[in-house]
């Protein structure tokens, strides 16, 4: 399973989103800290869920930051994220 995968997998099992991308955006940092040439180190995450319902986008971020504190601690270098609920 790819890195892509496994965050989407998470992702969609926690959150149940309405709608959801992940883009490995690891080939627009070539030279940059933490790049490795195999790729999987920088992601972009757009997500719409009820779950952030009522949310600031700060705990979003939290959120989603804490679902995925193992692959950040491991080969994940920088995740953007665009956390919203339904209707935003």
């Given at each position: 399973?790819?890195?892509?995968?496994?965050?989407?997998?998470?992702?969609?099992?926690?959150?149940?989103?309405?709608?959801?991308?992940?883009?490995?955006?690891?080939?627009?940092?070539?030279?940059?800290?933490?790049?490795?040439?195999?790729?999987?180190?920088h992601f972009r995450v757009n997500i719409v869920s009820e779950a952030f319902e009522g949310?600031?986008?700060?705990?979003?971020?939290?959120?989603?930051?804490?679902?995925?504190?193992?692959?950040?601690?491991?080969?994940?270098?920088?995740?953007?994220?665009?956390?919203?609920?339904?209707?935003?």
């Amino acid at each position: 399973m790819t890195m892509k995968d496994n965050i989407t997998k998470k992702l969609t099992d926690a959150f149940a989103p309405l709608s959801l991308t992940v883009t490995d955006e690891s080939h627009l940092h070539a030279g940059h800290m933490g790049h490795r040439p195999e790729g999987e180190t920088h992601f972009r995450v757009n997500i719409v869920s009820e779950a952030f319902e009522g949310k600031s986008r700060l705990d979003r971020h939290r959120m989603v930051n804490t679902l995925l504190a193992a692959e950040l601690a491991g080969t994940v270098h920088a995740l953007a994220v665009k956390a919203i609920a339904p209707g935003e």
